[in-house]
């Protein structure tokens, strides 16, 4: 969110690069473990993934995933219905006054 120009195309492309290095080391270093498949508990890699995706347009969050599409937890708890756009519950830090910070 930023004026245009301002670097938000510039910081997303570094930040997506930098991501997916850092999800494969992590995957590679840590997360093989077992799980349950079917009654029998087997070698998987079993990653929890969460994705959050909105878009901020006239200043109006939406939502940025198909309505379709349910939360872990929703699958988890059998309920339907679309994604909700949660806050962070944590607030975000006051900036001094002309100083951009992006908050992901
Ligand atoms: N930190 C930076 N270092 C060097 N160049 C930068 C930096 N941030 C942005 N730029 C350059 O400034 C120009 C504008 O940046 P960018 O396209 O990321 O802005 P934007 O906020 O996405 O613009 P718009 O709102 O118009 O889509 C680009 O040529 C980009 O390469």
Known sequence: ???TSSGK???MLGITEHSMAEIYAYIDQVHTVHCLHGS???GLLC???TCALFRVFNSASRQGVHPQVLRHGDIQRGRQGPPQLRHHPSPAPR???GELKLFF
Do not use: I
Request: proline fraction near 13%.
């Open 1 to 3: 969110y930023g004026q």
């Open 9 to 11: 195309t510039y910081t």
């Open 40 to 42: 029998a508990a087997v």
């Open 47 to 49: 990653l929890p993934l």
């Open 95 to 97: 900036r001094p006054r």
